[in-house]
Every structure is written in structure tokens, then in C-alpha cells.
Nanobody, 124 residues
Framework: QVQLVESGGGLVQAGGSLRLSCATSGLTFSIYSMGWFRQAPGKEREFVAGITRFSGNTYYADSVKGRFTISRDNGKKTVSLQMNSLKPEDTAIYYC?????????????????WGQGTQVTVSS
């Protein structure tokens, strides 16, 4: 059974930092591209960042470029999202995602597996 389990969410003041982690099990992690999405109340789930399965190339949504960094550890089967200079508009539930295709531009439709999500709240 495939499981993606996020951790590291919480409440932080604007300008602060958080690091999200996603631990995976039940899948051959190294052959999956990985990504992070987020969903704010009343809004659709949106792509945040992605990293390819082999080359580790990364891609970011314009809204987080320069502030967030995605990374993966194939040995530990984990993917992380370092979030700096957080803004109130970053408040959302953040989801870890696994995609069997070799892409860093994951889409909601292309994702094969989802985590349960972790809440990130940024206060002003």
C-alpha cells in the first residue's frame, strides 16, 4: 500500500520559515517525480513545486519562486519543501504528490498518489 505522509506544518508569522517533509512507503520512490501542491479555503488545489525523478531538476510556481526550495532524498525516500519569507497568502493545506512520469511540472490530473496534507498558517 502506497503512503505519503506529510509533516512540518504549523503556525508561523509572516517573514518566517517552515520546512515540510513527506515520507513515502510502498512505492519505488526513485522512479517517481515528486511535487508539492496547496489548497486554500474556497480555492482549487494548485501546483507549488516539482522535482524530476532522475535528474532532480526543479520547477516552481511563480508565486513561490525564490522563496521555496524543493529537494528529495532517494535513499530516505523523502521529499522536502523549505519555505522562507512566508506570506499570509501562503496559508493553505500543503499536499505531497507522486507522479510516475518524468516531469517537474506536475498537474492535479497527472499525479498518481497524494498525501493527506498538512496545514500551514501564516499570520500577518
Amino acid at each position: 500500500q502506497v503512503q505519503l505522509v506529510e509533516s512540518g506544518g504549523g503556525l508561523v508569522q509572516a517573514g518566517g520559515s517552515l520546512r515540510l517533509s513527506c515520507a513515502t512507503s510502498g512505492l519505488t520512490f526513485s522512479i517517481y517525480s515528486m511535487g508539492w501542491f496547496r489548497q486554500a479555503p474556497g480555492k482549487e488545489r494548485e501546483f507549488v513545486a516539482g522535482i524530476t525523478r532522475f535528474s532532480g531538476n526543479t520547477y516552481y510556481a511563480d508565486s513561490v519562486k525564490g522563496r521555496f526550495t524543493i529537494s528529495r532524498d532517494n535513499g530516505k525516500k523523502t521529499v522536502s519543501l523549505q519555505m522562507n519569507s512566508l506570506k499570509p497568502e501562503d496559508t493553505a493545506i500543503y499536499y505531497c504528490a507522486a507522479d510516475a512520469s518524468d516531469t517537474n511540472r506536475l498537474t492535479v490530473k497527472s499525479v498518481d498518489y497524494w498525501g493527506q496534507g498538512t496545514q500551514v498558517t501564516v499570520s500577518s
